[in-house]
Nanobody, 126 residues
Framework: QVQLVESGGGLVQTGGSLRLSCAASGRTFSIYAMGWFRQAPGKEREFVAAIKWSVKNTYYADSVKGRFTISRDAAKNTVYLQMNSLKSEDTAVYYC???????????????????WGPGTQVTVSS
């Protein structure tokens, strides 16, 4: 089995930065992609960013392009989300997700991902 654990969430002021981490344990080979999704109160879960593990291709939601950066450390089986210029609308629970052994996926589709972390709260105050 695969376990994902997020860390790095917290309270930050508008315009500030946070760096989220997500460490995968258990099965750590054949990762195809990892992604970040978020869910704000009363809203559906939405795609934030994803990375194709082998070649490090990255994908972003339009709302975070230019402000967020996804990266990964294969040796640590960890994916990161650097979040800069945070806005109040970025407030949400952020979830890490992973999918293994696939030839292709729709990176923004949460249904493509099999394993999920418990989430970490990010609150941006104005």
């Amino acid at each position: 089995q695969v376990q994902l654990v997020e860390s790095g969430g917290g309270l930050v002021q508008t315009g500030g930065s946070l760096r989220l981490s997500c460490a995968a344990s258990g099965r750590t080979f054949s990762i195809y992609a990892m992604g970040w999704f978020r869910q704000a109160p009363g809203k559906e879960r939405e795609f934030v960013a994803a990375i194709k593990w082998s070649v490090k291709n990255t994908y972003y939601a339009d709302s975070v392009k230019g402000r967020f950066t996804i990266s990964r450390d294969a040796a640590k089986n960890t994916v990161y989300l650097q979040m800069n210029s945070l806005k109040s609308e970025d407030t949400a629970v952020y979830y890490c997700a992973a999918v293994y052994s696939r030839s292709w996926i729709i990176y923004s589709d949460s249904g493509e991902y099999v394993y999920w972390g418990p989430g970490t709260q990010v609150t941006v105050s104005s």
